[in-house]
Structure formats: structure tokens, C-alpha cells
């Protein structure tokens, strides 16, 4: 069987019917999507998103910085002015 990574599950069916219900309902918790019983998707809010993506570019940002902090030695030192 597998893992349901939410608090709050709902059919395909249950869905069709009223999302919006079902979005008020999980205060902003993910909502597992099941079909036959298995997760096929979550339904997160719009927000919950946006902040995911935020931290999932700054997780590749910070792998970014890893990969080239041995090309600090190598740098010019330059003034905002010589900009």
C-alpha cells in the first residue's frame, strides 16, 4: 500500500464535485487526490506553492555557490564604481 503524505485525502470524485469545499475544508494542508484508493495527486494551495518554488530555487542557487566556491580564488576584485 502506498504512503498518503497528507492529513486530508479526497476521491477524484469527491473533487469533481466541489473543490472549493474541499480546499476551505483542509485550512491549507495538502490534499491527497486518491483513485482507487492510492494517492494520484495533492492538491496544495497556491501560496503553499509559490514558497516551495522559492526554497527549491534556493536549494539549486545553493548547490550553484558549492560547485564554483573553489573559483573564488581566481576572482578580480572590482568597485561597484568600475562597474
Do not use: F
Not at 483542509?26 to 486518491?34: C, T, Y
Not at 497556491?46 to 526554497?55: C, S
Amino acid at each position: 500500500m502506498e504512503s498518503v503524505l497528507a492529513r486530508c485525502s479526497a476521491s477524484i470524485s469527491e473533487l469533481k464535485k466541489n473543490p472549493s469545499y474541499l480546499i476551505e475544508k483542509s485550512e491549507g494542508e495538502p490534499i491527497a487526490i486518491l483513485n482507487h484508493n492510492k494517492p494520484t495527486a495533492y492538491l496544495i494551495p497556491a501560496e503553499t506553492y509559490e514558497i516551495m518554488l522559492e526554497k527549491l530555487e534556493d536549494y539549486q542557487l545553493g548547490l550553484i555557490i558549492k560547485k564554483r566556491q573553489h573559483e573564488k580564488n581566481s576572482a578580480v576584485e572590482v568597485s561597484l564604481d568600475e562597474l
